[in-house]
T-cell receptor
Framework: KAGVTQTPRYLIKTRGQQVTLSCSPI?????VSWYQQTPGQGLQFLFE???????NKGNFPGRFSGRQFSNSRSEMNVSTLELGDSALYLC?????????????FGEGSRLTVL | AQSVAQPEDQVNVAEGNPLTVKCTYS??????LFWYVQYPNRGLQFLLK??????LVKGSYGFEAEFNKSQTSFHLKKPSALVSDSALYFC??????????????FGQGTTLQVKP
């Protein structure tokens, strides 16, 4: 069974630009969560999608948005990039997104903002 | 507010010795607790979880963790460390509730260094 796939793996942008990251979950998984990982703040929850609906959202500004498609693939978008947005963005999938199930993580998209 | 604390930034242990990586948590209601491991430039890999039942949970690669409700702790342990165990370890927690859907609260991570 293929794991969680994130693209692109690495990207460099400049301040003010926007970026779109993609995540393909494990086949059959309907919940997709996104996390931001930085050395200073650690792992922080961005949002979670299930059946094309955002069910939960973390404390990030509106510049961070996401969506999920009918095949459960998900994208996240960051507009008007700031230097502080440089991070590893991790996508995780699970069957239903319930609290007892483990998350399966992709290898991440490393974003550098110059 | 819910939180997870890993009091040690780094744990050093000699190969063959037992290891412990500490974690304490603060969540509303019954906690669901997890340990994940991250190797350089990789995503997180699930090691084990506590949902309910036996306080000693066994997981992948010989790791186990002990849930202690009175001390609100969930320490990760392994009887005999391997050099290949060297990595970044994260403790995470969640609980029932719509505000927790798909969301884990992670500790800051502990780097485990196993020396030959």
């Amino acid at each position: 069974k293929a794991g969680v796939t994130q693209t692109p793996r690495y990207l460099i942008k400049t301040r003010g630009q926007q970026v779109t990251l993609s995540c393909s979950p494990i086949s059959g998984h309907r919940s997709v969560s996104w996390y931001q990982q930085t050395p200073g703040q650690g792992l922080q929850f961005l949002f979670e999608y299930f059946s094309e609906t955002q069910r939960n959202k973390g404390n990030f500004p509106g510049r961070f948005s996401g969506r999920q498609f009918s095949n459960s693939r998900s994208e996240m978008n960051v507009s008007t990039l700031e230097l502080g947005d440089s991070a590893l963005y991790l996508c995780a999938s699970s069957l239903q997104g319930g609290p007892t199930g483990e998350l399966f993580f992709g290898e991440g998209s490393r974003l550098t903002v110059l | 507010a819910q939180s997870v604390a890993q009091p040690e930034d780094q744990v050093n242990v000699a190969e063959g010795n037992p290891l412990t990586v500490k974690c304490t948590y603060s969540v509303s209601g019954n906690p669901y607790l997890f340990w994940y491991v991250q190797y350089p430039n990789r995503g997180l890999q699930f090691l084990l979880k506590y949902i309910t039942g036996d306080n000693l949970v066994k997981g992948s690669y010989g790791f186990e963790a002990e849930f202690n409700k009175s001390q609100t702790s969930f320490h990760l342990k392994k009887p005999s460390a391997l050099v290949s165990d060297s990595a970044l370890y994260f403790c995470a927690a969640t609980a029932l509730g719509s505000s927790n859907t798909g969301k884990l609260i992670f500790g800051q991570g502990t780097t485990l260094q196993v020396k030959p």
